[in-house]
């Protein structure tokens, strides 16, 4: 009697042992499935309210975009006529309808100013952002010199086949230290500190809030995803040419650093499987996704700034040799603004000082002085130095 009771607990016991290891192995009975998602899904028809109506908003970070957009492409005008700073600062704080789209001009909550370093201690956030104050004055002192061919201790114009660049007097084109330095400053830092950060991610994930169909958290999640594309799967490809993508700014260059080895999809999977882990409240299943988020960006983003260092020894022309530098140097700067940086802020600055502080600034380097410094960011990041990649 004893030995029969024995063997039917064990029986029992195994029996539950099954159905609970059967049950890791099912994800059906989730919400959302991890086993549904793929890499060709809708962002934002995948997530959907009680309504029936997608759950996904992130319109602050597409018109935060729009507006870097429109001053991407004001500085880049230098090459044709003088800058005004005042303009560029008026973009950068929104201030007196500086935009030629009027529905970012009603949009007056919204600046670059304030979501630029924001995970930095105040002062230090300040700091920074004179940086980028101090670089519009450069970009109007130097387009004084539009139509004039630079050389060393003259700011003008350097060229590369059709394409030109203005630069100021020892070779520096401020408009690639603002476009990469705002993809590390705004882009990245709202990304992996302020969205994925710690007090973002601590939001209620209950409650609807009101008036929309969505928790804090789940919105949080999305405005991370917000700040990488505006488009519902990433990468994705201009339906009106097939041969072009749609994104911009750090949608566009995570894209071209890994795409043979599937990172934007990688990339894309983690945000699909964090939002639905939110929805799942699997907190263990959305950490994991953060901190491959996380780690994937900082890996092309320091791919990238070796890739600009190494292409420099390969250029023909100093218009190539400085559209280079100055693209790997605002990478190298963006590297600071990754969570936990390999490249903190004190290392980055000895490097980009190290590549900027020559008498005759890019004039005066050799290829000796950029492996140097390409050969430090490989090292801390675990990169190839000898990475080129197609961008």
Known sequence: MKKSLLLAAGAATLFLFSCKKD??????????????????????????????????????QTQRIKMLQELDAYIKKGTAQVLDAAKMEDMFRHQNGPFADAELNGATDKTIISK???SFATAAAEVERQRFLNYFEQLETASANFGTAAVAGT??????????????????????????????????????????????MAAD???????????????????????????????MKDPADNTKWKE???????RQVGFDAGEPQA???????????????????????????????????ATIAISYLNKTKSATSNGAKFHSLS??????????????????TAKSDELMNALMNKPNGFWDLTNADIDAVRDQIASLTGIDKNSVVNH
Do not use: C
């Not at 990339?267 to 491959?292: P, S, W």
């Open 23 to 60: 049950k890791k192995t099912d994800d059906s009975d989730l919400k959302i499935p991890y086993s549904s998602l793929s890499a060709t899904a809708n962002y934002l028809e995948t997530f959907k309210g009680s309504d029936g109506n997608t759950s996904v908003s992130f319109t602050g």
């Open 116 to 118: 630029t370093a924001q």
């Open 155 to 200: 700011a003008g114009y350097v060229e590369n086949g059709t394409s030109k660049y203005l630069v100021n007097e020892k070779g520096f084109e401020y408009a690639q230290f603002v476009q990469k330095g705002l993809i590390g400053a705004m882009l990245l830092d709202q990304i992996s500190n302020i969205y994925l950060g710690t007090e973002k």
């Open 205 to 235: 994930n209950v409650a609807i809030l009101d008036g929309k169909n969505y928790t804090a958290l789940e919105h949080n999640w999305d405005e991370a995803y917000g700040y990488l594309t505006a488009n519902p799967t990433y990468p």
């Open 248 to 254: 911009v700014f750090l949608g566009s260059y995570v």
């Open 267 to 301: 990339i894309f999977m983690a945000y699909l499987t964090g939002r639905a882990a939110i929805v799942n409240k699997d907190l263990a299943k959305r950490n994991e996704q953060i901190n491959l988020i996380r780690t994937k960006y900082e890996t092309a983003i």
């Open 327 to 344: 693209e790997g140097i605002g990478f190298l700067y963006a590297l600071r603004y990754a969570n936990n940086a390999k490249v903190n």
